[in-house]
């Protein structure tokens, strides 16, 4: 079946430039969950939806990043006035349960920022 | 979160098998060790779980030790396409986030 799909897989902004990265889960997957990760590095956590509730938001860098799951299935994630230091691969990952151990990511948007 | 340890990186030969080594002396008792490992340009992609027992998948075995302060990831028989930065991540059980370390970059001569 369908894995977990993004778009765009590349973008390229302008510093100050809003953007808007979205997540398909696979079909009836609970849990999705937002990483980011930096050239070289391994992914780091951004946030959690189970449904449509953002029970974790620990890992947003900044109130410029903001994201929502509003009918529990496609998820967008936000970054307003974008900066360099966005720069990154931003991956979504899906989970069919909340006590399922197996995450499935997505191949990630490459968002650079110039 | 419990921290784990990996080396770097290890090479390997096609068609030989791979040990890829894990510390993590600070696990809980309520801690799964998982193993994913992200091909190049790909998101990561989930290998194996444990608790304390032994595991065994079409993809690898997970070789726990008795006091659960280090895992082993085996291969049996690495191919090309095993070449690839594999991380073990220490999960709470009912856990939800994953935390990635730097990873061990596998690479696989032919």
């Known amino acids: 079946g369908a894995g977990v799909s993004q778009s765009p897989r590349y973008k390229v902004a302008k510093r100050g430039q809003d953007v808007a990265l979205r997540c398909d889960p696979i079909s009836g997957h609970v849990s999705l969950f937002w990483y980011q990760q930096a050239l070289g590095q391994g992914p780091e956590f951004l946030t959690y939806f189970q449904n449509e509730a953002q029970l974790d938001k620990s890992g947003l860098p900044s109130d410029r990043f903001f994201a929502e799951r509003p009918e529990g299935s496609v998820s967008t994630l936000k970054i307003q006035r974008t900066q360099q230091e966005d720069s990154a691969v931003y991956l979504c990952a899906s989970r069919s349960g909340a006590g399922e151990h197996e995450q499935f990511f997505g191949p990630g948007t490459r968002l650079t920022v110039l | 979160d419990a921290k784990t340890t990996q080396p770097n990186s290890m090479e390997s030969n096609e068609e030989e098998p791979v040990h890829l080594p894990c510390n993590h002396s600070t696990i809980s008792g309520t801690d799964y060790i998982h193993w994913y490992r992200q091909l190049p340009s790909q998101g990561p992609e989930y290998v194996i779980h444990?608790?304390?027992s032994n595991v065994n998948n079409r993809m690898a075995s997970l070789a726990i030790a008795e006091d659960r302060k280090s895992s082993t990831l085996i291969l049996h028989r690495a191919t090309l396409r095993d070449a690839a930065v594999y991380y073990c991540?220490?999960?709470?059980?009912?856990?939800?986030?994953?935390?990635f370390g730097a990873g061990t970059i596998l690479r696989v001569k032919s």
């Open positions: 991540i220490l999960r709470r059980e009912y856990g939800n986030k994953l935390v």
């Open positions: 444990g608790l304390t």
